[in-house]
Every structure is written in C-alpha cells, then in structure tokens.
C-alpha cells in the first residue's frame, strides 16, 4: 500500500483500455482533476481501481468513464461539482461522510450503452455487493446505474424502489417529487434501484417525504 498524506496532486490523465490503479491510501490529499476513461468501449472493462482509500481529500473536476472500481472507500470529499460514474461498475465501493453530489449513470450514447451496459449487467452477476451509502451525506445524489438489491443503505433515508411497481404507479395521483422519481424509475436499466434523500440538501425533507409516499404505496421499500 503507497500512502499520501497532505499532498497535492496535479491534474492526470489515464485514458487506458487495460490498466491497473491498485493499493493507493491518500489522506487529506488535494487532487487538482483528472480522467480515468476508457479510450473505447470496451465491454471486457479491464480499466480498474482497485484496493484504494481517500480520506478527507478535496478535487476540482473529475472525469470517470468505463471505470471497474474494487474495494474502494471514500470517506468524505469536497468537490466543486458532481462526480458522475458513467457507465462504471463496483464492487466493495464504500461511500461515508460527507462527499457531495455523486451520480451513478448509464453511457449517454447509445451505441456506447448498447455495448457496456449488457456487460456490465453480467459482471453484476458475480458480486455479492456492489455500493455501501448507509453513512454517506450527499448534497445530490443519484443511482440508476447499479442494481438496486446490490446496494447497502439506511432504511430509514434510503430506500429501495421496484422498476415494474413504478412503471404500473397512477402517476397523477403523486405529488410533483415522487412523479419524478417514479417516472426515473421505471426508466432504469435494472429491476431495482435505489433513491437516496440528499441530507445536505435543502430539498432533503421534500424528498424524504416523497420517498415515503412511494414506499407506502408499495412503489418503493
């Protein structure tokens, strides 16, 4: 394990087909930015993060595409602006503390989607789980692009809803936030996905009550 205490790190660039980023602990760390991203869609997914630790680090713009990321925990993380994982695949992915906005979203071509989201489904297959928020505070969160049931979360802010009990929901009859979520829902590409309310969101009881709106209708869990 290499460690990086207090250390400011430049901006980088890993744009690899295949490659290993492994066994890295950075503590108090300043990243300027960066990308990891696959050069091509490459449903094989052999760009990997894996074994590596941030804790109360800070990063500017942050670009992830295509990325297997294993056994890897970030303990709280300041960030200008949403991190979005797309079209990424975890395994042992913790996220606790404080860290922002985070997005977990399929690949915005179609073409792209077309290729890794079956792969990426399959390699879903093998992993007992996948994403743990039960101690994570977002400011925005959300998560459509992992299986819902592969999720570790807080029952009581958290919860996990049903693609085919959102697309079957009496969408009029929902107040303005659950329409919305129902809508995404039924959208995702797994059967189950998981709604997260932002606690460091102003909207964070609107949401939460929206949340619950669902789960009482049997929509969500």
Known sequence: MRNHVKEE???????????????????????????????????AYELVVRNVTLRKCKAGN????????????????SHPKSIEFEACVCTHVVLRGKVGAVRFSAAVEDDSRAVL???A?????????????T???????????????LVKRDPETQFLVH??????????????YAQIYAERAAEAPYETSVLAAPKRSKSFREILDAFRELRDLGIAE
């Open 117 to 119: 989201a079956p792969a």
């Open 163 to 176: 693609r085919a009990a959102a697309a079957a929901a009496d969408i009029d009859t929902l107040s303005v």
């Open 121 to 133: 489904a399959k390699l879903y297959e093998g992993v007992d789980w996948a994403l743990d928020i």
């Open 135 to 149: 101690e994570a505070e977002f400011s925005d969160v959300e998560i459509w692009d992992v299986p819902g049931h």
């Open 62 to 77: 942050v670009e992830l595409y295509g990325v297997r990321f294993e056994d890897v925990t970030v303990d709280t993380l």
């Open 9 to 43: 790190l430049e901006y980088g660039k890993i744009i690899e087909s295949s490659a290993t980023i492994a066994d890295l602990d950075f503590e108090r760390c300043s990243f300027v930015g960066g990308v990891i991203m696959q050069p091509a869609d490459d449903p």
